[in-house]
């Protein structure tokens, strides 16, 4: 599985951005894709997350009612759509895929895309 992340970008305090990723590969399985971000000297940390049906999301509390991940169906790009950005959300962004929903919370899924910076200034 191999994932394209795209869409960031420097956006002001209190803005948007929707974030991309498209997988190619075998995508047939039943995979979890996830988001996450890196900020320079911190770990990377679980952003959200849909299941392969897009039936169910998960968010991280710091992004909870201000990102929403979405996708179509199974085939269709994962998107992150980031709303009243704040200057501490600034990070590169990747997305990931796994079968497991368990590796996508820990941080260790088994596909990783390349990341997209975003940046919000105050």
């Known amino acids: 599985v191999q994932l394209q992340a795209s869409g960031g970008g420097l956006v002001q305090a209190g803005g948007s951005l929707r974030l991309s990723c498209a997988a190619s590969g075998r995508t047939s399985g039943a995979y979890v894709t996830g988001w996450f971000r890196q900020a320079p000297g911190k770990e990377r940390e679980f952003v959200a997350a849909i299941t392969w049906s897009g039936s169910s999301t998960y968010y991280a509390d710091s992004v909870k009612g201000r990102f929403t991940i979405s996708r179509d169906n199974a085939r269709t790009p994962v998107y992150l759509q980031m709303n009243s950005l704040k200057p501490e959300d600034t990070a590169v962004y990747y997305c990931?895929?796994?079968?497991?929903?368990?590796?996508?919370?820990?941080?260790?899924?088994?596909?990783w895309g390349q990341g997209t910076q975003v940046t919000v200034s105050s």
């Open positions: 990931a895929a796994d079968p497991s929903l368990i590796r996508i919370r820990n941080v260790g899924p088994s596909y």
